[in-house]
C-alpha cells in the first residue's frame, strides 16, 4: 500500500542552525501536506504542496514538492525554541477526500 | 467559533472494557476522519464518516473497532474488550468539504490508556 518514509526521527539542533526533513515515496505523491505537532499536542496543518517542482514559504519555513512528485522537504531556517515539535508529512489519498498517509515524522529539539 | 472537539482528554480502561471517544466536529463541518497514534509513531488513518454514513473504514481493526455519524450528535469510536495493544491517542479531524481541500482540523485527542 501506500507508504511515506520521513528522515531523520530525531534531529538535535542549537538555537540558530538550520533543520531539514525529509519525506519520500516509492509511488508518486498526490498531494503533500505539512504537520506540526507539539509535545501532547495534536496536529496543526502548516501547508499543503501540490504541483511538481512547488516551492512554499512561511517566514523562516521554506517548503519544497519533488520534481517527480516523490519526495518533499521542509526547511526551518535559524531554528528557535518555539519551533521544537514532531513535522509530519502526509501524502492525500487520490481517491477524492481529505484520507491523510502520514510518514512518522521527525522530532525536533532545539537548544538554547 | 469552537474548534474541533474531543471527550473525554484521557481515558483509563482496564483490559476487557469498552473504550467510547467523543468527536464532536467543527461547526458547519460533516466530514469527520479518526487516526491512531501509537507513541513514537505518526498517526494511522483509521475512518472516514459523514453524517450517518461510514465512507473508508479501510483502516479500523475488523474486531472490536467500530464508528458512527449520527444525525444529531458527536461521532463516537468504540473500542470494545481493550487490550494493551489499543492504548493511544486517538484523533478526530473534521473539514467541511468531502473533496481535498487542503485543511483538516485536529481535535485535540483522546489519550486511551489500557491498564
Known amino acids: 500500500g501506500q507508504q511515506v518514509m520521513q528522515i531523520p526521527q530525531y534531529q538535535h539542533v542549537q538555537e540558530g542552525e538550520d533543520f531539514t526533513t525529509y519525506c519520500n515515496s516509492s509511488t508518486t505523491l498526490s498531494n503533500i501536506q505539512w504537520y506540526k505537532q507539539r509535545p501532547g499536542g495534536h496536529p496543526v496543518f502548516l501547508i499543503q504542496?501540490?504541483?511538481?517542482?512547488e516551492v512554499k514559504k512561511q517566514k523562516r519555513l521554506t517548503f519544497q514538492f519533488g520534481e517527480a512528485k516523490k519526495n518533499s522537504s521542509l526547511h526551518i531556517t535559524a531554528t528557535q525554541t518555539t519551533d521544537v515539535g514532531t513535522y509530519f508529512c502526509?501524502?492525500?489519498?487520490?481517491?477524492?477526500?481529505?484520507?491523510?498517509?502520514f510518514g512518522a515524522g521527525t522530532r525536533l529539539a532545539v537548544h538554547p | 467559533n469552537a474548534g474541533v472537539m474531543q471527550n473525554p482528554r484521557h481515558l483509563v480502561r482496564r483490559r476487557g472494557q469498552e473504550a467510547r471517544l467523543r468527536c464532536s466536529p467543527m461547526k458547519g463541518h460533516s466530514h469527520v476522519y479518526w487516526y491512531r497514534q501509537l507513541p513514537e509513531e505518526g498517526l494511522k488513518f483509521m475512518v472516514y464518516l459523514q453524517k450517518e454514513n461510514i465512507i473508508d473504514e479501510s483502516g479500523m481493526p475488523k474486531e472490536r473497532f467500530s464508528a458512527e455519524f449520527p444525525k444529531e450528535g458527536p461521532s463516537i469510536l468504540r473500542i470494545q474488550q481493550v487490550v494493551r495493544g489499543d492504548s493511544a491517542a486517538y484523533f478526530c479531524?473534521?473539514?467541511?468539504?468531502?473533496?481535498?481541500?487542503?485543511?483538516?482540523?485536529f481535535g485535540p485527542g483522546t489519550r486511551l490508556t489500557v491498564t
Open positions: 502526509a501524502d492525500q489519498f487520490s481517491g477524492g477526500y481529505n484520507k491523510l498517509i
Open positions: 504542496l501540490v504541483k511538481s517542482g
Open positions: 479531524a473534521s473539514s467541511q468539504r468531502g473533496g481535498q481541500e487542503p485543511e483538516q482540523y
